[in-house]
């Protein structure tokens, strides 16, 4: 079930940031000074081939596989987004809905229908 991180290190001035998370799913919300969301990151499989859905209203919508920096043998690096062309869309809306019954319902309803509006 997802739940929120207190206390999030805010990294802009422009954009309040929330945090949602659990052992499968990371739900990152950037706000505006309004109160309507900028954007989100629903970040899907932590842990083994993670990838993160990003939708903001500047750029859109950005599917990515997490290269986390793993090199056998050899130090590791920093965790990167890499490019992904194919987004389970319905293996991660049924997840975002069964694990994230305890957040707002607003923001649960617009991350819900931006993923119903998903064209990669």
């Keep these: 079930m997802l739940k929120e991180i207190e206390n999030v290190k805010q990294d802009t001035k422009n954009l309040f940031r929330r945090w949602f998370t659990d052992d499968y799913?990371?739900?990152?919300?950037?706000i505006e000074h309004s109160n309507k969301i900028f954007g989100f990151q629903l970040c899907y499989n932590k842990g083994n081939n993670e990838h993160s859905l990003t939708w903001d209203k500047k750029n859109g919508y950005r599917h990515n596989r997490v290269d986390d920096g793993e090199v056998?043998?050899?130090i590791k690096r920093t965790p990167i987004l890499v490019s992904d062309g194919y987004v389970p869309l319905k293996k991660i809306k049924r997840e975002f809905l069964?694990?994230?019954k305890k957040i707002d319902k607003e923001i649960l309803?617009?991350?819900?229908c931006k993923l119903e509006n998903c064209l990669l």
């Design 25 to 30: 799913l990371d739900l990152i919300i950037w």
């Design 72 to 74: 056998s043998y050899r």
């Design 98 to 100: 069964k694990r994230g």
């Design 109 to 112: 309803s617009f991350i819900l």
